[in-house]
């Protein structure tokens, strides 16, 4: 529920600014500033530093949470590439395709973003900037850095690495870097093995760039490798991930300051979905081929000393199918392969204009209005077999032909407004307003799965609650009106922030239960079969921050942070709790400089969870608090870094965790329980540049 705005979010993926417009163009931009080789993993431990919950899913895919949003009502951007998750579990989110280590710079705004910040969301953006090519003064293209960064984490042996290489001359440079991790399912804080929660990944990017006085040029090229990846509270696991991107990026200084970019990006992906370890049994492949192409044409003109127009046009292409292979001997699955999801298109074009005003020392405000067109599409599909067992009706028979003799093809159009203010109180205090619009139009699997029958539903969906999804051609997009208001002061011994927002959704997509299923037969066993609908929503919610320097003395610098966050959501028509919403949070923390020797202790307090989406039959949660000590140090070219997570080994409950299918699949008495957190780790890491 971060509550950051911003007044020229886009930009952030373009060349610094040298004049004095450039400290107007943020409300506060909170960021990872410059790349951190040494930080391995998921970019997960990036964002959650910055107040970003996450949906648990497999160890490298979870899923953002803004504002008490997940999954695409979060618009995530790599380099300003807006890639789709082409799995119906949305086991391959954008941020899976990048590591920690390959992030210079990762920017979060929630709840009132600019237009230029991105469409098609109503949660917030998320940008990840990695495309940050370097110079030399050298004329000819010769060694200018590189690294070498490895890690281990005890709770699940955890191996971490990283790699990148840099050459470089005044006008070129070439760039490599690499990430790998592999790792065993983890433990809870009772020393048990958290079932099926193994994965293994890797990452790859080269980009190449030129410049001279007043253009560049860049080309990126990406691939990743996931082999397999487990996650326990879907039924099924990713068994092969492969995909391959091209990003060319084009920038050029106009006159007087302003700029001119253009980007162009192809993404592909062949993902599958099976079954791969004894610790979550099944045969059923999935096999999920997306590919994404998108450009974006970016102006930023200044038309006064104090005044900015930013104009854009955008243009996003995703293509989807979806099958799954009937399997030899099988009288269910076969004899047909089952088609999910055929030739399935999304395409959004987009315009924004947005400008920016300096009034006086005290006064900033920008305005932006963003229009988007959505269309999307799929062709015919088909199911396993026709064939009625036992005199019962073959549901997914019946629904496919009903899906066939519909007219498939939905246009929406979308209309995006956001306006910001900021006020000087003093020198170091502000008031900031934000208030917008913002839309988000339904993804393929809402609109498009049509499967009724159990097995076929419970293989959609991205919310870990163990129930079955089925979509609806007829959705609407939906609709998000927020007001935010943001109060922050800053001296040199004590920092304050304290933010508020309140979100109306109309047209809220969420589920109403259409049948019952239980494939156990015992109580504890019984799930809902779901079907995506529309309705109206309201969230709100709040987050304070506080740090205060305690003391500068021969042992270092200390200084105490506190923060305190909370947020409500809930349905309009009957006051009931909206799923995954993450209960009063606190923390308080420790920390401690002795020249390049840094630590902290942070202690976490999680209330309990008991607002619950009753539909999806969600779990409450008990309390929990965590301790987690971390220590860094940097000698010359080589940093060390120690942590102990949940230093008490406490077992504890995850409120966005979801069940554990995996537990239910491996003794079916013990129903779905929500997933539980790791024990105590020790983790450890090294890093050398040269």
Known sequence: MLMAMTA????????DEADSMASVERFEVIGQQPAHHGTLGAVDSLLKQQGVDFSEAGGVSALPILNGMMGDR???????????????????PPLSYISASQVADANVVAGVSPVSAGGDNIAGVIEISSLNPKFSESDSLQWNSGYISAGYHSINDALLLGVGAELASHNFSLNYQGAYEDANSYKDGN???????????QNHVLTAAW??????????????YIPFQGFANQYMDMTDNRSYGVLARYLKQLNHDGEFSAQTNWHTVTHKMGFFTPEKTGMMPMNTDGDDYSYQLHWRL?????????????????????????VTGSSMMGPNDYVNINNGRRLRAALYGEWQQHLNPNWWWSLGGRYEYVMTNAGEVQAYNSMSMMGMTNVDATAASAFN??????????LDITLMTRYQLSAAQQLEFGLAQKNRAPNLYERYSWGQGVMASTMIGWFGDGNGYVGDINLKPETARTLSIAYKANTESWQFSATSWYTKVQ??????????????????GQRNLLQFINLDATLYGARINAGYRLADNLSGSWQLDASIS?????RDNSNEPLYQIKPLQTALALQQQLGSWQNSVVWQWVAAKDRVDPRRLENDTAAYSLINFTSRMKWQQVTLSLALNNLLDHYYELPLGGVSIADYKADSSVGFNQMVGSGRSLEFGVSYSF
Not at 8 to 15: H, I, K, V
Not at 566 to 570: N, P, R, S, Y
């Open 302 to 326: 200044p038309m006064s000393s104090s005044s900015m127009l930013l104009l854009g046009q955008e243009t996003y292409d995703y293509h989807l199918d979806d099958d799954w292979p009937a």
């Open 211 to 224: 410049r001279d006085a007043t253009q560049q040029f860049a080309l990126k090229l990406t691939h990743q």
């Open 405 to 414: 003799n519909s007219n498939h093809k939905r246009s929406d159009n979308l």
């Open 191 to 201: 020393g048990d093995k958290v079932l099926d929660t193994l994965y293994r990944s």
């Open 74 to 92: 979060v618009k995530v951007l790599i380099d300003g590439n807006d890639v789709t998750a082409s799995c119906a579990n949305q086991m391959n």
């Open 507 to 524: 047209d809220y997509i969420d589920a109403q239960v259409i049948g019952t299923f239980n494939k156990s037969g015992l109580p504890a």
């Open 566 to 570: 909370a947020t409500h959501g809930e």
């Open 8 to 15: 020229a979010f886009s930009l952030s993926a373009w060349a």
